[in-house]
């Protein structure tokens, strides 16, 4: 039994260890944006992080997700039309801002594709004007300011309407 105990102990040491520093190495000094519900798998290559519209599909976003490996960041209203602005006055928005540090990879010169903390990042808007205006504006600042991202074949776009099916 002590062995069982032990050995349970070391696994959960080892695991709260690998959550630390995923959260530390990834995202070096910066705390993370309060709106951010992150997943708790230190893979990687297994997490994806969604972009949504508001708080409301915030809410509904984060009690449809796989804990683990999806995160849920809300976008407050439309954000800075990025296309030809310069990289401190996009700095300066807030919702970019948020983003920039959830990413954890930078951007600008000090952009870089390994610490990058999700697999996949998804932009989940509704499906009237705004939502696609903001899909529009998101995609615009990926373009200009991480066109890596885009290159890396990183960046998806939910389709809406999305639905949930309970059986």
């Not at 683990?68 to 809300?74: D, G, K, R, S, Y």
Request: glycine share 8%.
């Amino acid at each position: 039994a002590r062995i069982v105990l032990a050995a349970r102990a070391r696994e959960a040491s080892r695991a709260a260890s690998a959550a630390v520093s995923r959260k530390t190495a990834t995202s070096g000094r910066l705390t993370l944006p309060g709106k951010l519900s992150d997943c708790t798998s230190n893979q990687r290559e297994k997490t994806e992080l969604f972009i949504v519209e508001g708080d409301s599909a915030g809410g509904s976003a984060k009690q449809g997700r796989d804990r683990e490996h999806q995160a849920v960041l809300p976008l407050r209203g439309k954000v800075l039309n990025t296309e030809s602005v310069a990289l401190a006055k996009v700095l300066e928005n807030k919702e970019l801002a948020d983003l920039v540090i959830a990413l954890g990879c930078g951007v600008g010169k000090d952009f870089s594709l390994d610490r990058l903390r999700y697999a996949r990042i998804i932009v989940l808007a509704d499906a009237d004007s705004d939502g696609h205006h903001i899909s529009t504006l998101l995609l615009t600042f990926f373009y200009r300011q991480m066109p890596e991202l885009l290159k890396g074949g990183k960046i998806f776009v939910a389709l809406p309407p999305l639905y949930r099916s309970d059986i």
